[in-house]
């Protein structure tokens, strides 16, 4: 594993890298590799942090979706926004209410002077809800953010609470938020990756949350904005990995019919996990260069309960996203093959 995580750095993928394989029963192999963006910073270690993208829609919308609907509060057969008429929770927990992939609706916020205000938050979640869907709910499956903004602030409004609130309310993982109007970095910004130069911020975005309309929202969403380090993450995903080795909603979740389950990714021929893990995996990828997977059925060794956690971090954003998806698609094949033991 160490050999193969030291190619993709020397050849470019991305910076450095932080991975890990996690068995049911909490053991867990850390590699590392590279520095957090040039050869002259820090080098990669378990504390280093990093922009989760959208693994927040896993870790932190999905998993409080199912605490919601287990309280009652939410039901996956409602239909609760009112210009999406037969849209419920559940199209969009398994991206096919019809919603588009992506809006830079961060745009509404520059023009009006308020990114990561109140005010900004405010203009992405209304143009959310009055975005048409392109397609009759249930007839394609379309990856869509959109849809998460509007899981993030039903569960807001339901629970009246805000959602990095309700989020640290109920994990003792270690991740958190970056609340942009009240902290403005990353407390421990020294130890989190940057991500990419951005031209309309004019900088390198570090320590703050990648993702334009998660930054015009102030940091926090149901689509993204979840920092954390390799040992905060191997935490959440073993809490995970239990929760859907046993009878529980999120198990009803990651088990739901269809190309997407509710809230998680499936395994795919010719996908990120390379063919290594079983047919019951399943997971999330973040554009930034994460990606957490999850196999029920994976043995780790002849001691070990059955089911292990497959954790990457890495800031492949650095310093531009030119080519970004087809790094990310490199390295974590390249990673679940050596964790597997096919490579």
């Known amino acids: ?80 926004f009112a210009r999406w008429p037969g849209v419920t929770v559940a199209h969009l927990l398994q991206h096919r209410s019809g919603l588009c992939a992506h809006r830079p609706l961060h ?36 990856y869509s953010d959109l849809g998460f903004i509007a899981l993030g602030a039903l569960l807001e409004r339901r629970r009246e609470q805000p959602l990095d609130q309700l989020f640290a309310s ?57 920092f954390g380090s390799l040992v905060d993450v191997e935490g959440a995903a073993l809490a995970l990995l239990g929760s859907i080795q046993q009878d ?27 063919e290594a893990l079983g047919p019951a995996s399943v997971g999330h990828l973040g554009f930034t260069g994460t990606s957490l997977w999850l196999d029920p059925d994976f043995v780790v060794d002849d001691h070990a309960p059955p089911g292990a956690a497959f954790v990457l971090l890495a800031n492949t954003l650095f310093p531009t996203r030119e080519g970004v998806l087809a790094r990310n698609k490199e390295l974590r094949r390249a990673f679940h093959r050596a964790a597997a033991g096919l490579d």
């Open 248 to 274: 529980t909603t999120l198990r009803a979740f990651a088990r739901a019919h269809g190309e997407r389950g509710l809230g998680f990714d499936k395994a795919t021929p010719g996908g990120s996990t390379g």
């Open 170 to 226: 109920s994990s003792s993982s270690g991740l958190r938020f970056v609340c942009l109007g009240r902290e403005g970095y990353h407390p421990c910004v020294s130890q989190v990756a940057p991500t990419e130069r951005c031209l309309w911020r004019r900088r390198a975005v570090h320590g703050q949350v990648h993702d334009e309309n998660a930054f015009a929202m102030g940091g926090i969403a149901g689509h993204a904005g979840l």
């Open 107 to 142: 745009e509404l916020a520059i023009r009006a002077r308020a990114t990561g205000q109140q005010q900004g938050r405010d203009l992405v979640v209304d143009a959310v809800l009055g975005t048409l869907p392109e397609a009759a709910p249930g007839v394609r499956t379309l």
């Open 1 to 80: 594993m160490q050999a193969v995580l030291d190619d993709v750095v020397a050849r470019g993928l991305t910076p450095g890298v932080a991975a890990a394989v996690v068995a049911a029963d909490g053991h867990s192999e850390r590699f590392f590799s590279g520095h957090k963006h040039d050869s002259d910073s820090d080098a990669v270690d378990a504390d280093t942090i990093y922009d989760l993208a959208s693994l927040t829609k896993l870790l932190c919308t999905t998993v409080l979706m199912a605490r919601a609907v287990d309280d009652e509060v939410i039901a996956l057969d409602e239909q609760p």
